[in-house]
């Protein structure tokens, strides 16, 4: 790593901390009741592009999201969200209307190994899923496969990721970061034009929760495939880079406001397996941005 | 919104838009096109093709070389004396409505439009194939996979009026309309005076990027309908099969480049303008496959251009290729995409999967002109053999050696019928009238 890159790291962290208010109060303990939490009716909607085309999507769920601390150690984090789903992919004209459903849920249990420290360093195990099923009303799911392509916004996605965690987390007077080093197996079902993947992948997480109701997010990956065999005598591999930040203020009276975007890009390296000569292609980024109103269904927590 | 405006927003989203795939071709631009064999002659004798039978029954796999699937000796193919193959695909006209007379104006052993076929309109009554008045149609008739499916009505070939009705503003009859050679002289001299195929058929029924996706990737991989969407960059295409073999490739316009099927843009790899074309056409520098595509909409013959100009356009292309040091080395293939919802009276039949076990597209589409223009082309030849455009991909596959893409490239003829490759043939050329004027008003 460059001098350089170090030096920008390390202000990012120090900008971080300051953030948190670290800095300003070093030595100070954590607090035992930590949580943030965000629950209740959601409506969400976005724009975004995609290797199937533009979308204009809008969702109708409830959702529940946030961060605990547990026992003065454990810290659970987690997001929760089931919603009706429709929207339009812009693929062609006309554009298509998609009505379906939309389910994630993941969650992240994690120690902070120095529980009575205001920073601790910290280990987690994160498990996710998410399934979505888009179709067009009058015409089955099978039907997809006559049309152009919609893999990843219409039929049916599904991925999956188990991750290890470690880092450090700061805790106090209602404030919290973590800060992790992680890696995972992200898995991606298959599609109707893509086979299943397998990513093994590394990224960078930090979460500030300035506040119980300021909540700011982002993350980075990368991660790469294996080599898998492809007619006519090549092998192809995937490499994955990707990051989201998420920003989210909850209100006095429970409810909430977020804003979430999102930039992906696959890459592929293909090798003749006749002559080794290399083919290195970048697909079309995925990218999408979201606004998200939430409405409590329970009475805030005082 | 209609074509016309949806395309425009599309070239204007294209032009600013980030999101552009990378397809990995920026080797090609400084590559070098082989030399040319001079053990690649004449005398090569390309065997009774025996294999027929198993490419129907889909008995090739993807990666299945053309000597296998042909039974043609790899050293046969080897010296075939093509090195050099010029892919001028035009826009959206059928067999019938091109050279429909072309039976009567010079090839008769072109199929003729029977003198039955019609179509109903609206209301029922037949509309029967008629003179075109005008060489730059102003109606677009809908030719994406609804439309073309609408048109071929199940194989009865009876739908494209009511098709064109439902998505011009007119009655729809303008698409039994046809030209002959006092339109188009030129175009008519070249199916008569070449080898013309009177069966090569739109790799599937739908419009343009699915069809020259069959070119490119032996498949259409998940394009059907002409719009926002690409088939994944990573996607074995015969551009790579030509640069992993030492392969040279073009593709050459001053507009959009290969129809926009690809989102690729001039300065992207690999693409040059229509001058380098003639360039390289006058300095015997052709790289080995070139793809030449005319300016769209002016001169691609896609309506509303004018056939005439799109005449000289290729007149173009010929007069440089006939005076190129590579005239010798080179095989022309002028075609068309798709048939653009003009109509056609022959029944697509079927092909094989496009990609093992997975795709539902073995429905041809309906039949487009397809003429074979080189000095080994056979002269005032009709071939009746089922052709796609994964036959031209074929070709090409069989003259560099290069595996089959997908079953349907695998299990395709290689336009070989097309071709008398004897020693002693007179390989001159007749002069060549000009191309029509005076009819687009």
């Not at chain 1, 990012?12 to 208010?21: A, D, I, K, N, Y």
């Not at chain 1, 492809?230 to 203020?249: C, E, F, I, N, S």
């Not at chain 2, 043609?72 to 019938?96: Q, T, Y």
Request: negative net charge; proline residues 7%.
């Amino acid at each position: 790593m460059s001098r350089a890159r170090l030096t920008s790291g390390l202000l990012l962290l120090q900008l971080g901390l300051v953030s948190t208010g670290a800095l300003a109060e070093p030595g100070a303990h954590a607090e035992p009741g930590f949580d943030s939490v965000a629950r209740g009716a959601v409506f969400d909607t976005g724009i975004g592009s995609s290797m199937a085309g533009d979308t204009l999507m809008a969702q109708l769920g409830g959702e529940s999201a946030g961060i605990r601390l547990l026992r003065g150690t454990w810290l659970l984090q987690w997001d929760v969200l089931v919603a009706a789903k429709a929207g339009y992919l812009a693929n062609e004209n006309p554009y298509l209307f998609l009505l379906g459903g939309h389910a994630l849920a993941w969650a992240e249990g994690g120690a902070r190994f120095m529980s009575t420290r205001t920073w601790s360093p910290y280990g987690g195990l994160r498990l996710g899923n998410e399934a979505q099923i888009m179709g067009h009303p009058g015409a089955a799911l099978s039907d997809f496969d006559r049309s152009n392509a919609v893999d990843g916004v219409g039929g049916v996605s599904e991925r999956a990721l188990f991750r290890v965690d470690a880092g450090v987390s700061f805790l106090e007077r209602g404030r919290s970061m973590l800060l992790v080093l992680f890696g995972q197996e992200a898995l991606r079902a298959p599609t109707l034009h893509v086979p299943g993947q397998a990513f093994t992948e590394v990224g960078l997480g930090a979460r500030f929760d300035f506040s119980r109701s300021v909540m700011a997010s982002v993350e980075g990956v990368w991660g790469v495939t294996s080599n898998r065999p492809m007619a006519p005598a090549r092998t192809d591999q995937t490499t994955h880079v990707g990051m989201t930040a998420t920003l989210r203020k909850i209100f006095k009276n429970g409810m909430w406001i977020a804003g979430s975007v999102s930039w992906d890009r696959d890459s592929d390296r293909a090798v003749d397996e006749e002559t080794g000569t290399v083919f290195d292609t970048t697909n079309a980024p995925t990218f999408a941005f979201a606004l998200l109103y939430g409405l409590p269904l329970w009475r805030a927590r005082p | 919104m209609n074509r016309r405006s949806f395309l425009v927003l599309l070239a204007f989203a294209a032009s600013c838009d980030p999101q552009k795939a990378d397809w990995g071709f920026d080797p090609i631009d400084g590559m070098k096109t082989p030399p040319d064999d001079p053990a690649r002659t004449c005398g090569a004798s390309v065997p009774a093709d025996a294999s027929s039978p198993r490419r129907a029954a889909c008995a090739f796999a993807s990666g299945t070389h053309a000597s296998e699937s042909l039974g043609i000796d790899r050293s046969v193919l080897a010296s075939l004396p093509i090195e050099h193959v010029i892919v001028a695909m035009k826009e959206n006209r059928s067999f019938d409505h091109l050279l429909g007379k072309l039976h009567d104006r010079g090839q008769p052993g072109v199929e003729a439009v029977p003198s039955t076929y019609s179509n109903p309109d609206a209301r029922g009554n037949a509309v029967f194939p008629a003179h075109a008045t005008t060489t730059c149609l102003q109606l677009d008739p809908g030719h994406q996979s609804e439309g073309i499916l609408r048109g071929m009505n199940g194989g009865k070939m009876d739908g494209f009026v009511q098709n064109a009705a439902a998505t011009t503003a007119s009655d729809g009859a303008f698409v039994m309309s046809y030209y002959d050679a006092t339109d188009l002289p030129f175009d008519y001299w070249l199916a008569s005076t070449f080898a013309v195929s009177d069966r090569h058929f739109a790799p599937m029924p739908s419009g343009t990027y699915a069809n020259r996706d069959f070119l490119l990737f032996g498949t259409n991989d998940g394009v059907v309908d002409t719009g926002i969407v690409y088939p994944p960059p990573n996607t074995p295409s015969i551009l790579q099969l030509l640069m992993a073999r030492g392969r040279t490739w073009r593709a050459y316009s001053d507009g959009a480049i290969l129809s926009g099927t690809l989102d690729w843009s001039a300065g992207d790899p690999g693409v040059r303008g229509m001058q380098s074309f003639y360039d390289d056409l006058d300095h015997g520098t052709l790289p080995s496959v070139a793809f030449v595509d005319a300016v769209d909409y002016v001169e691609d013959d896609h309506p509303e251009a004018d056939l005439q100009r799109g005449e000289t356009w290729l007149k173009s292309v010929y007069d440089h290729a006939l005076k190129s040091p590579q005239w010798q080395r080179l095989a022309i293939v002028w075609t068309y995409d798709e048939a653009g919802g003009f109509a056609d009276h022959v029944a697509p039949p079927t092909a094989c999967r496009p990609l093992p076990s997975k795709s539902p597209f073995t429905q041809l589409g309906p039949r487009i002109p397809f003429v074979v223009i080189s000095p080994w082309a056979k002269r005032n030849y009709v071939s009746h053999v089922v052709h796609d455009h994964t036959a031209i991909t074929r070709f090409i596959e069989a003259l560099f050696d290069l595996p089959a893409l997908t079953e349907r490239d695998a299990n395709s003829d290689a336009l070989l019928d097309l071709f008398d490759f004897s020693c002693g043939r007179d390989l001159s050329v007749p002069p060549a009238p000009s191309p029509g004027t005076g009819r687009c008003p």
